[in-house]
């Protein structure tokens, strides 16, 4: 009697429930019927998740590694953080490089480790984190394979994450279309490829356009998937995603005000999501005879500022952007401000339950350490102490 009592009552609450869910808007959190069995296939993975996520490295270990007077030193202290004795096998002295190749290879493994375990929609979910790795790897490949380097050389410095069967096939490619037919066609990217299809030779610039041809499609269909999900994943994802979008499409302008190959293919280049979408870099005004948007049309810094001006965050990530600084002076401090963006982004998905945002976040809160990392072991070993506050940008 009690067992038929407490199995009616149970299916009381689920026909409450889905009645509740039923007039919840599109916009709220994971539905409450999905909520009753989430952890059933992601609650050991979110689990592990957050355990991984408390071993991110804090202000008190960066306080640490600053004191270190050479990377052996910077090892010990490691040692005492979740990355162990993970150079344990590396003869001293430890070089900048082997210590991020080390720490790249304990963030794949955690991945992988949680990817194998993923049940649908979390493993599509965390295959298209990989694509981003991909696009990286080609766009790698391809360039070194221009400048006459060695193919060997190039497949040992792709990352892990984004390596497929036919890669080291890319060098042989001569233009998109090739590259398209005999090596992509099969891969995860293939359905990307379709607007980077062309008879032109794979110069430099060529390959630049095929990057951000590639990524805006990546993007806009990682958001797309997000939204389907729906829920949580939905809403933590739509900010970071849309982060990622605005920071493409300001990059993209500020990197081609003297290029004026990529000037004319501006609009074809921004993803159609983010903050800026449709304002800026929405097709809005008749220039020449052309529909371009807004941002399509800046020629100088000063109009890169005009289209953000309604967003604070970007407009502050601008304001030390000079109005002719070129090269890697203009770069870096627009390239800190939007990490420290991404990793408050990132550490707020941390902040909610039953979605996959986090995972992602997790992705990207330890690329952001582990350039950390990496940052003050150069500075270390080039007895450049004093630049390390410069670009480490703090986590936790």
Request: with cysteine.
């Amino acid at each position: 009697l009690i067992v038929l009592l407490g199995a009616t009552r149970v299916q009381e609450v689920l026909f409450t429930t889905a009645e509740e869910a039923k007039g919840d808007s599109a916009h709220t959190s994971l539905p409450k019927v999905a909520m009753l069995f989430a952890n059933i296939d992601d609650g050991y993975l979110e689990g592990l998740l957050r355990g991984y996520r408390a071993g991110i490295l804090t202000d008190a270990d960066y306080v640490n590694l600053r004191q270190c007077e050479s990377i052996d030193d910077m090892k010990m202290h490691l040692a005492s953080t979740d990355y162990g004795n993970f150079l344990s096998s590396e003869p001293s002295p430890i070089s900048s490089s082997t210590l991020q190749d080390k720490c790249t290879e304990k963030l794949v493994e955690e991945f992988n480790f949680l990817r194998h375990q993923a049940v649908e929609p979390l493993a599509t979910f965390m295959e298209y984190i990989t694509y981003k790795y991909m696009i990286d790897n080609i766009m790698l490949v391809l360039t070194g394979t221009l400048n006459n380097r060695d193919t060997n050389e190039l497949l040992e410095k792709c990352h892990p994450l984004g390596k497929f069967d036919s890669i080291g096939t890319l060098c042989v490619a001569t233009t998109a279309s090739e590259l398209y037919r005999m090596v992509l066609v099969d891969t995860p990217l293939g359905k990307y490829f379709s607007d980077c299809l062309s008879s032109q030779d794979l110069d430099e610039i060529n390959i630049e356009i095929i990057r951000n041809t590639l990524y805006k499609a990546y993007l806009e269909d990682f958001y797309q998937f997000c939204t389907n999900v729906g829920g949580s994943t939905s809403e933590v994802m739509a900010e970071i995603l849309e982060l990622e979008a605005d920071r493409r499409s300001i990059n993209i302008t500020l990197n081609s005000l003297t290029e004026p190959t990529i000037v004319k293919v501006r609009d074809q280049l921004y993803p159609n999501i983010g903050r800026l979408y449709p304002a800026s870099t929405g097709i809005s005004d008749k220039k020449n005879n052309q529909y371009v948007s807004k941002l399509a049309q800046v020629t100088d810094v000063d109009g890169v500022r005009t289209c953000v001006d309604a967003f604070p965050e970007y407009k502050k990530a601008l304001e030390g952007l000079g109005g002719d600084t070129r090269g890697d002076e203009m770069e870096k401090p627009l390239e800190k401000e939007f990490d420290e963006l991404e990793v408050k982004h990132n550490m707020l998905a941390f902040e909610q339950q039953f979605h996959y945002g986090m995972y992602y976040a997790f992705v990207k809160l330890k690329e952001q350490e582990i350039r950390n990392i990496v940052w003050i072991a150069d500075c270390i070993s080039q007895d450049q102490k004093s630049e390390i506050d410069r670009y480490v940008v703090s986590i936790f």
